[in-house]
Structure formats: C-alpha cells, structure tokens
C-alpha cells in the first residue's frame, strides 16, 4: 500500500494496472485499491494548494511534548 502510494506521490504517469494487481495480490479488493487511491491522491491535491497558496501550518516550528 505505501509502495503503490509513494508510486502515485513522486511517479503518477508511471502508474499501471499493474500497481492495481499488486495491492489485490498482498489481499486487498477493489473497494479498498479505490480507497487508497482517492486518498493518497486528496491529500496530494490538498498539499499542493497549500504549497501553491503559501499555507503554512498554524503550528509550524512548535515541538510537541514529550511522550510519558
């Protein structure tokens, strides 16, 4: 899944039905290939209007507490 998702990240027109098969091979249905697409492919499309925006995060530079 992470494979297929970094794929669609940094090489989008190398996808094939091939990556598809792979993610059914390792035991998920088309269902879940669908979801994993649509949301790797959201978050994508959403940090790139924010980078394209000039977003930046409400927290940027904060450090968050130490775990006990």
């Known amino acids: 899944?992470?494979?297929y998702a970094r794929k669609l990240t940094l090489e989008p027109a190398?996808?094939?039905p091939q990556d598809v098969l792979d993610l059914k091979?390792?035991?998920f249905d088309d269902r879940s290939?669908?979801?994993i697409c649509l949301v790797t492919a959201y978050f994508n499309f959403?940090?790139?209007i924010?980078?394209?925006?000039g977003v930046e995060l409400e927290n940027a530079g904060r450090s968050f507490p130490e775990a006990e």
């Open 1 to 3: 899944m992470l494979e």
């Open 14 to 16: 190398e996808m094939s």
């Open 25 to 27: 091979q390792v035991g």
């Open 33 to 35: 290939c669908l979801e």
């Open 46 to 48: 959403v940090n790139r």
């Open 50 to 53: 924010a980078l394209g925006l």
